[in-house]
Nanobody, 123 residues
Framework: QVQLVESGGGLVQAGDSLRLSCAVS????????LTWFRQAPGKEREFVAY???????VYSDSVKGRFAISRDNAKNTLTLQMNSLKPDDAAVYYC?????????????????WGKGTLVTVSS
């Protein structure tokens, strides 16, 4: 089992920055594929960013150039730095982990999920 706990959400204004963290425990962190997803009210959960244990990162087109995903294998922590936030970025953000990453369907390989942290962006 893997436990994931997100933190760092809050209310910000458009253009501001926010840093989300995900504390991971229960399995060898360094071998996990880690992702961030988000879900806005009335919308489906969508992929945001991926961090592979070999150092690969992938971003959705909607956040590319504004968000940065990183992992600290010594602290078992996944981070999402979000810059130039827009009202469309408002959502509950979830951290997820799995042992397999499917590039065409990232959600498929994510076996473990956190409970999410709410990000609100005012215009």
């Amino acid at each position: 089992q893997v436990q994931l706990v997100e933190s760092g959400g809050g209310l910000v204004q458009a253009g501001d920055s926010l840093r989300l963290s995900c504390a991971v425990s229960g399995r060898t962190f360094g071998r996990l594929h880690l992702t961030w997803f988000r879900q806005a009210p009335g919308k489906e959960r969508e992929f945001v960013a991926y961090s592979g244990w070999l150092g690969t990162t992938v971003y959705s087109d909607s956040v590319k150039g504004r968000f940065a995903i990183s992992r600290d294998n010594a602290k078992n922590t996944l981070t999402l730095q979000m810059n130039s936030l827009k009202p469309d970025d408002a959502a509950v953000y979830y951290c997820a982990a799995g042992e397999i990453y499917y590039s065409k369907n990232p959600m498929r390989g994510m076996d473990f999920w956190g409970k999410g942290t709410l990000v609100t962006v005012s215009s």
